[in-house]
């Protein structure tokens, strides 16, 4: 089975985006949830939709409707923010309202207009085994500039991590810094939302980084971390996906679920293993 699986060429592409969307994705939500602004990837996924779906209407791979509206989202949720935690969900919350009804116009007019019957299937679930080769040189593209953007800033968005006012006083351009990370936080988002879809996209984004920050809080060492256990899990589901293609008799569970499943199971694994290590005891000092 192994080698069939490895021997087929719709499994090497799905491996090859999916480790790499893995590794972007894990590496930016660990910054995500330590900023506070997991919900603003959660709305930059569906924001993205909005793209998507418009994308099937003008013939154009869902792709670019994706990093279009992600990126536009992205920028439009800084410009109206504030650099208050409070002002940032505000802005998210309102561009959020205002593209989630355009994603239920735009999949209507797919089926209507366009003729599209599984528009709202390949926007909102996605799968990595149905990706083109020919957006695979895209794909890698667009995550080694997100890759990029975050080393780019990774000193200014870590030091505005752990003390805001230190960053502030130490110069940091935190306005510039918040903004190139929605656009990598967008690019992230989107390139999910091709590969699992835009409604479980946040999946690789949040259960990744989270399960890895369970077991510590060094960032860089949390951010290694989560790119393993993402790509491991990617993996994992690409390979159950693939062999439940013989348990049903010729019919296989999605590949979107089965990784979204081991994000689940393995985030609720290392939670009860966190929850059963013996406290530390820590001894005063003398």
Do not use: K
Request: some cysteine; hydrophobic content about 60%.
């Amino acid at each position: 089975m192994l080698s069939a699986f490895f021997a087929s060429s719709t499994v090497q592409t799905a491996l090859v985006v999916g480790t790499l969307v893995a590794v972007v994705s894990s590496v930016v939500g660990m910054f995500a949830i330590t900023r506070g602004q997991s919900f603003a990837g959660h709305a930059l996924a569906d924001l993205g939709a909005v793209g998507g779906s418009g994308a099937f209407l003008l013939g154009v791979s869902q792709l670019w409707g994706f990093v279009v509206a992600g990126v536009i989202s992205a920028v439009a949720m800084e410009a109206i923010g504030t650099r208050r935690l409070e002002g940032r969900d505000v802005a998210t919350g309102v561009v959020f309202g205002a593209g989630t009804g355009l994603t239920a116009l735009f999949l209507t007019l797919d089926t209507l207009i366009g003729g599209s019957s599984n528009a709202a299937i390949s926007v909102l679930f996605g799968s990595l085994f149905s990706i083109d080769t020919r957006l695979v040189p895209v794909i890698v593209a667009l995550g080694g500039l997100a890759l990029a953007i975050v080393a780019a800033i990774w000193r200014w968005v870590t030091l505005e991590t752990l003390d805001h006012d230190l960053a502030t006083a130490r110069g940091v351009p935190s306005r510039t810094a918040s903004t190139l990370f929605l656009v990598a936080l967008a690019l992230a988002v989107q390139l999910s939302s091709l590969s699992i879809g835009a409604i479980l996209s946040t999946a690789l984004l949040i259960g990744p980084a989270a399960t890895a920050l369970l077991f510590t809080r060094r960032l860089g060492t949390a951010a290694l971390l989560a790119a393993v256990i993402a790509v491991v899990e990617v993996w994992l589901g690409c390979l159950v996906a693939f062999a439940s293609f013989d348990w049903f008799g010729g019919s296989s569970w999605p590949v979107s679920f089965t990784i979204v499943a081991a994000v689940f199971l393995t985030y609720v694994g290392a939670r009860s293993v966190r929850a059963l290590r013996p406290p530390v005891r820590r001894t005063a000092a003398a």
